[in-house]
């Protein structure tokens, strides 16, 4: 069983929104912190944000005006709201897990990618 599966990635114009969900099949919202990467060809892994406890959120600077991170911990869902995209979100879209008081995030999504087109 993979423990986390995003959806809702594909192709979308400049300026457009996109919703991403990332489900996890194990690891309650409880017991963890639920966090959204994003890795685009030939860069780094990106740290865009987290949600813990499914409510209480934190930003990267560089897509905080952006970018909503929400979660329905009933159903162990998390989501992504991007907005106002441009072609330099286009990534491959990651969801993690850490649990609480840990540092690494030890379980990864697939990934989702989103292209972005001028």
């Known amino acids: 069983q993979v423990p986390l599966v995003e959806s809702g990635g594909g192709l979308v114009q400049a300026g457009g929104s996109m919703r991403l969900s990332c489900t996890s099949s194990g690891r309650t919202f409880s017991t963890s912190v639920m966090a959204w990467f994003r890795q685009a060809p030939g860069k780094d892994r990106e740290f865009l944000g987290q949600i813990i406890w499914g409510t209480h959120t934190y930003y990267a600077d560089a897509v905080k005006d952006r970018f909503t991170i929400s979660a329905l911990a009933a159903k162990n869902t998390m989501f992504l709201q991007m907005n106002n995209l441009t072609p330099e979100d286009t990534a491959v879209y990651y969801c993690?897990?850490?649990?609480?008081?840990?540092?690494?995030?030890?379980?990864w999504g697939q990934g989702t990618q989103v292209t972005v087109a001028s």
């Open positions: 993690a897990s850490r649990l609480m008081g840990t540092s690494d995030y030890d379980l």
